[in-house]
């Protein structure tokens, strides 16, 4: 009985993948497990493709991440090293050095993320990114900013060292709450402000003359 056509894995589609490395998934599942790969590890796997295959750099990594979630050897969320990450983003219409500021200045921050008082940011690059060991002390949080436009942006995140999918499920719900309320102070407050300005005026109304 034929194996099942995989079409996508780490979120990634096999017409993508074939685009990019010459091979869909399942060709590239078949090959790895003719050459035994099933039973090396990340490093392994991802070097192979590289040295034997040709596979570049990034697709090396990304296949053996499909590779091994197929395979059942990684579940979703779970990084190389057998931990956990949770991410999420937001695209906000607001330019990027005020999104920058809400995370870097401590009265900002507290509008949206209570939390943010007790965090600790270990690295900081204005307007680009932040590394953070958060408040447990043990989990970090990886902060990256990008233009999008004179009034747009995003900012996008990824806590890691999670322990287990639990905890994936949790702070995947607490940051998407938290992105929300950012969202919700930028774009609220702009509408606000041009509620309080009001319409235009316009010029006086010429008065036309009745015949």
Known sequence: MPKPKVTEAAGISSEAVQAKTGKTWSEWIAVLDTDG???WTHKEIATHLSEQHGCPGWWSQMVTVGYEQVKGLR???????GEFSASASKTIAVPIADLYASWSEPKKLAQWLPDGAKMT???????KSMRITWIDGETSVEVNFWNKGPAKSQVALEHNKLKDLAAVGRFKAYWTAA?????????????SEAIVRGPKRQGPIKKTKQS
Do not use: I, M, P, S
């Open 75 to 81: 579940v979703k969320h779970q990084k190389c090293d």
């Open 37 to 39: 790969a099933a039973a």
């Open 179 to 191: 992105l929300a309320k950012l969202q919700t102070l930028f774009e609220g407050a702009n509408a």
């Open 121 to 127: 940011v270990r690295r900081a690059t204005a307007n």
